[in-house]
């Protein structure tokens, strides 16, 4: 599993480096008065990748984004459910699967809160939902910077940045 993680990983994040990126109008605002939204999830003990791919029906950069910051309220979130991911190799190469779907949710973001996409999962039923961290949540601990700084996929190596989480 942690393979296909990192592959995808390294995939999604050719070329840039990672950013956190506004998606409101006007000037940037302290993160007291912005909320967070992590631009992915990573559950590898139930096999699930969640990723953001729209905020209020406008798609959002899914390359290289860490976390998007957004004004405090009522958001629709869509989310890319990717879950039991496997890798096989065989005679014709190597071959990553999974189960993969579409969601959206209310998201009510409150000022210098920071979210990450979660699921229930009930048989073949994934209900998406958001993991309030609360203010003062380390941007070292977003899923995507964790993913990139511990990884072994020499891919990553020019996204990462030494930070360590020590929640």
């Avoid at 296909?4 to 390294?10: C, K, P, W």
Wanted: hydrophobic share 40%; glycine share 8%.
């Amino acid at each position: 599993m942690r393979l296909v993680v990192v592959a995808l990983l390294s995939w999604l994040l050719a070329g840039c480096g990672l950013q956190n990126i506004k998606i409101y109008d006007g000037p940037d605002r302290p993160s007291s008065e912005h909320s967070t939204l992590s631009s992915l999830g990573v559950y590898r003990e139930i096999r699930l990748a969640l990723q953001v791919v729209a905020v209020n029906g406008v798609p959002v950069n899914t390359t290289t984004a860490a976390s998007f910051y957004l004004l405090p309220g009522t958001h629709r979130v869509t989310v890319r459910a990717r879950k039991d991911m496997k890798s096989e190799s065989g005679s014709r190469g190597f071959a990553v699967s999974f189960k993969e779907a579409t969601l959206d949710a209310i998201l009510e973001a409150k000022p210098g809160h920071t979210y990450i996409p979660a699921a229930l999962i009930q048989d073949d039923t994934i209900r998406l939902l958001f993991d309030d961290k609360g203010t003062a949540f380390p941007q070292e601990c977003l899923p995507l910077f964790v993913e990139v700084n511990t990884g072994g996929n020499p891919g990553n190596l020019v996204h990462r940045d030494g930070r360590k989480c020590d929640i």
